[in-house]
């Protein structure tokens, strides 16, 4: 699940149009979710939601963005939480502190 969530990143960021963008990281973060729902005390999937979030930010509206925020913000506190030596989810965690 975390790969196809990857993947689904990757071509979003690859992708010329706006809805497709939109649509390829929708599909990620659904791949993202499910991961973190198998697999709770995964700090992995936990990261691999808060990153689909991240990416999709850049294109989502103001209002859209500050609820990603909020997602991206528990998502990494609990990655944190289950792994404190994780250095990418402390990446993703410092513009938010």
């Not at 991961?35 to 509206?61: C, R, T």
């Amino acid at each position: 699940m975390l790969r196809i969530a990857r993947q689904y990143r990757h071509e979003a960021a690859d992708a010329a149009a706006l809805e497709e963008k939109l649509r390829l990281s929708n599909i990620g973060k659904d791949y993202a979710l499910r991961a973190a729902e198998l697999a709770p005390n995964d700090a992995e999937a936990h990261l691999s939601v808060a990153i689909s979030y991240v990416k999709m930010s850049l294109i989502l509206g103001s209002r859209e963005k500050m609820e990603a925020s909020r997602k991206v913000k528990a998502a990494v506190d609990r990655a944190i939480s289950l792994d404190p030596h994780n250095d990418l989810a402390w990446h993703v965690f410092g513009p938010l502190a």
